[in-house]
């Protein structure tokens, strides 16, 4: 039986491979031969074939499959007050390659205005139809966590405490401006949660001289705080990646280091959670799940290749994440977005909408 409101049962977490007409209208447009209405326009064109594939599937949950970003979260920033982008001297360093180089340093007071993807979010419900729309957003963390100090101008915040007081202010105000706007839905993208899970990331942020424990209760209040007067019928997600470019990753290590205080204290509705290889440890962090409303998705199928998964293995892991949490608390996904970036991951379109049948067969059949 499917879960008849969100998350529900099949779920999936935003990203889909960009189809051609896309990344040659998106090459036009830097070469100047299209203004930025016609890429609209073939943006506008190509979401609603995105729609209507995961409707097609079987989902009840829709998103724009982030066509309109290059990537998950800097495009999400560009729109903040007070946040600038920059070409930094490297970029950020997966398993064996490096994304472009950029990096994004807080410059002025930070502040939610008239962003651009709220348009973006009115477009992709118009076109809904049933499916219920889902916005997916990166996480305030996210904004403090890959520069840290340095890349927060003194000038304006010499105080640490002011800036986690208008972070949390923005992503408030982020949160009601898209449920002004008709979202009902909205995840929170989180690569953080996963850095203070691997000892390597752990030690990395000692020797910039944060504490990694203290960093997950600022992190923990932060989005607290953002989500204290949300709407009761907003439903919240928050998903923990542990990095997806070109299907490789930066993180490994269990939920065990953060489990009680993401998962004991954390207030969203749902977390997803990668699980698709060892690199993600075992399910025993799940008892930390509050019992209630609050569902957890797990991210059973991988996005990282096209080899599909056994749907009698993915039930069998089901059954033993419930020995942990309530089975009526547990949903199924993908591990993450099939193109975090524009470039995508190493599989084909065909082979990311079989996924996607057979997350929502595997749900019809346990639920």
Request: proline content about 4%.
């Amino acid at each position: 039986m499917q879960r008849q409101q969100a998350p529900f049962r099949a779920e999936v977490v935003g990203s889909f491979l960009r189809p051609d007409d896309i990344k040659v209208a998106r090459q036009q447009f830097s070469r100047g031969e299209l203004t930025a209405l016609q890429l609209r326009a073939v943006e506008d064109d190509a979401i609603r074939r995105v729609v209507e594939q995961q409707c097609a599937c079987g989902l009840h949950v829709v998103t724009d499959g982030e066509f309109r970003r290059a990537w998950w979260h800097f495009d999400f920033f560009d729109g903040l007050q007070g946040v600038e982008r920059y070409d930094s001297q490297q970029g950020i360093q997966f398993n064996g390659v490096q994304t472009k180089a950029h990096g994004v340093r807080v410059t002025g007071k930070l502040a939610f205005g008239d962003h651009p993807m709220l348009e973006d979010f009115r477009y992709l419900k118009s076109i809904s139809g049933n499916a219920q729309p889902k916005m997916t957003i990166p996480s305030p963390s996210v904004l403090h966590f890959r520069g840290g100090r340095k890349d927060i101008d003194a000038s304006v915040y010499p105080d640490l405490e002011a800036y986690f007081d208008d972070l949390a202010t923005t992503w408030r105000d982020a949160i009601h401006a898209f449920y002004a706007a008709g979202c009902r839905y909205l995840q929170l993208d989180d690569t953080v949660w996963a850095y203070l899970c691997s000892d390597a990331q752990r030690q990395q942020i000692r020797e910039r001289g944060d504490c990694p424990d203290e960093l997950a209760r600022i992190y923990a209040d932060v989005i607290n705080r953002a989500l204290a007067d949300k709407p009761a019928d907003l439903t919240v997600g928050l998903h923990v990646c542990r990095g997806n470019f070109r299907s490789t990753w930066i993180s490994e290590g269990g939920y065990e280091p953060v489990a009680e205080i993401l998962f004991g204290s954390v207030n969203v509705d749902a977390f997803f959670l990668e699980y698709d290889n060892d690199r993600s440890g075992d399910f025993a962090p799940l008892r930390f799940i509050r019992p209630g409303h609050q569902q957890v998705v797990l991210g059973l199928v991988t996005t990282k290749n096209g080899e599909l998964e056994n749907p009698e293995g993915v039930k069998a892991r089901l059954q033993e994440a419930a020995h942990y949490v309530d089975k009526a608390q547990i949903c199924l996904s993908p591990q993450c977005g099939f193109a975090s970036t524009e470039e995508g991951n190493s599989l084909t379109e065909a082979q990311q909408w079989n996924k996607i049948k057979l997350i929502t067969e595997i749900a019809q059949q346990v639920w």
